[in-house]
């Protein structure tokens, strides 16, 4: 959600190239599923050794809370996939933890030993992240969790989400919508030339004029 030309493409329904996978990048991402699945496991066992820390059911979250708006949509372990019926949004969360009474969004990343050594705080491209799931949930703090995948030894950030934020994500969803209603892809933002790096739609923008 860094680029709202991408969101376009994705909510307009655009194909994108097909992706060939090898088994180095197979293996990452089984590594990283796995890496989310024994940390989501051990703060299950934290509350049995005396922390006063829980892993909340995001099902359970969303029915006590009466968020209707909120759609599951499909869970796998401990993530689950959900849709924002309000914001035409879909996304996987990793959770949400109850620690010393008080609610967090937990988001767990796992990154290459040389781009964890230098992490020194939240990512900006997770920044929009954070905020879409802090309007979803009605929690103003996410925790992240980055862990280094060579190594496994972790950091943890907190990032604290205000209505501006908020207010300015909403905006960026609906002018969005605009554009896929009328029909018009929107210019190409100002962003950081790496978000553009890994895009699914990389190919059909750099074909648009505008």
Known sequence: MNCIRS????????DVKPKTSGYMMVGICNSGTDIHVRIQTAIEGMKKNGIDCEYIDVADFIKTRELDYLEIKDKSGMETKLYHKKLNMSFM???IIKYNGKYYILEIKSEASFKWQSRTG??????????AYSEAFGLNDVIFLYINRDVLDMKAYMYHVTDDMKQNLVGLITDCDGYVQRQITPPKPDINKRVCSYCDYKEICEKEIN
């Open 7 to 14: 969101m376009y493409y994705q909510v307009a329904g655009k």
């Open 93 to 95: 969360t990793d959770g």
């Open 122 to 131: 939240v990512d900006e491209k997770h920044y929009n992240q954070a905020t």
